[in-house]
């Protein structure tokens, strides 16, 4: 997809900060250090648009980012990161589940893990969550520039049995480094939209 034009919308720390329209929006998630904000940038062809740090847990809020006036990509929060106050994360989760049970322009859900690991528990509930609620969704194996060739197929074959995902669900590896699996996701990304 040619991306002419990225806007960040809006920075939703409640519920009644999310936008009032009716855009289709796309959300990423996965816990914190997976590389959702380095993914996002890559997608959209912009090396700072989405808040990217070295400290895991700085996605404090969910970000709506308008797409060519079409759509919306929303990082939302990373989870699992235990250095994140407890009180702090009890204050994310309702909004997170929220956005993610009664957004009625949610077309889908890009859920990301990082291929050097196996999936951890959050990883494998949010995967049965997401497939509980049929939201449409991806998911995606980040950094796979880090592994050689016979080591990314190895944690691919790993990760698909950890999240006992189906055999026609996608499992795309991507690098943000390389842009390996960037096409890809932006097909499957256009599935999920209305046409």
Same mark, same amino acid.
């Given at each position: 997809?040619?991306?002419?034009? *990225? =806007?960040?919308?809006a920075a939703a720390y409640n519920i009644?900060?999310? +936008? =009032?329209?009716?855009? +289709? ?7 914190? $250090? *997976? ?5 996002? $940038?890559?997608?959209? $062809?912009?090396? $700072? ?6 400290? +895991? ?55 990301? &893990? !990082? ?6 528990? !959050? =990883? ?10 049929? &939201? +449409?969704?991806?998911? *995606? ?38 842009? =390996? ?15």
């Open positions: 997809m040619k991306i002419k034009q *990225v =806007d960040l919308k009644k900060d999310f +936008p =009032d329209w009716d855009v +289709p929006e796309i959300s990423f998630l996965g816990r914190s $250090n *997976v590389g959702k904000s380095s993914l996002i $940038n890559k997608l959209i $062809n912009r090396k $700072n648009m989405a808040r990217t740090s070295s400290t +895991p847990g700085k996605t404090r809020g969910l970000y709506f980012y308008l797409v060519n006036e079409k759509m919306c990509f929303v990082d939302l929060p990373g989870y699992g990161y235990a250095k994140v106050s407890k009180k702090e994360r009890q204050r994310w989760a309702p909004i997170i589940e929220e956005y993610l049970e009664l957004r009625s322009n949610l077309y889908g859900c890009v859920h990301l &893990i !990082d291929c050097r690991h196996e999936p951890t528990e !959050d =990883d494998k509930l949010m995967a049965q969550w997401l497939r509980m609620h049929s &939201i +449409p969704r991806v998911t *995606v194996i980040t950094k796979s520039d880090k592994l050689s060739r016979g080591a990314l197929a190895r944690q691919v074959r790993l990760i698909r049995s950890a999240l006992a995902l189906f055999k026609e669900e996608l499992l795309i590896p991507f690098s943000a480094r390389t842009g =390996d699996g960037r096409e890809q996701l932006w097909k499957t990304i256009g599935s999920f939209l209305p046409q």
